[in-house]
């Protein structure tokens, strides 16, 4: 009886990092809204500073399916890196560039490519180590004008 006892301690003990690890993940999901095919489903996303962060763009459900980004930007660039995105619409090769904009590059913390209608991507990244509010957007030519939010990196 004491023997199980003690074992059962020592199994617990050893699985405790890795369930701990497994909590240290923020996995996130963010999708086109169900109504407006131009915005995102959600506008806001929590992670803690310095987290793992697991995100999918999952572009599925959408009542006028198109191809989405998703771009985690530094605080204050969503204004210039919408500009910018918008100026691609003239740019023949945008669409393979993902309509990621070479000179934002320096304010791009996270980015997934262009995911086409019923596809989904998964990045990973870690969360700034800054609190602060950072915005999030997709760089589809237009889209960023409704297609935004904003993740809340809290200490
Ligand atoms: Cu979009």
């Known amino acids: 009886m004491k023997k199980q006892t003690l074992l059962l ?6 699985a405790m990092p890795a369930i701990a690890q497994d909590a240290d993940v923020a996995t996130l999901e963010i999708k086109p809204h169900a109504q407006n095919p ?8 929590s992670v803690k500073a310095g987290q793992k962060v697991k995100l999918t763009l999952n572009n599925t459900g959408s009542i006028a399916p198109q191809p989405h980004n998703f771009l985690l ?21 945008g669409m393979a560039k993902h309509y990621i904009p070479e000179a934002a590059k320096p304010d791009i913390l996270a980015s997934t490519k262009l995911v086409q209608p019923n596809q989904t ?15 999030y957007m997709c760089t589809f030519p237009g889209h960023w004008l409704l297609m935004r939010g904003v993740m809340h990196v809290t200490k």
Do not use: C, R, S, W
Not at 9 to 14: N, Q, V
Not at 127 to 134: F, N, Q, V
């Open 121 to 135: 991507e998964t990045i990973e990244f870690t969360a700034p180590a800054e609190a602060g509010d950072y915005p």
């Open 38 to 45: 131009l915005g995102y489903d959600k506008t806001e996303l």
């Open 73 to 93: 930007l530094k605080p204050g660039k969503l204004d210039a890196v919408g500009a910018l995105a918008n100026a691609m619409l003239a740019d023949p090769q």
């Open 9 to 14: 301690l020592a199994i617990t003990t050893l």
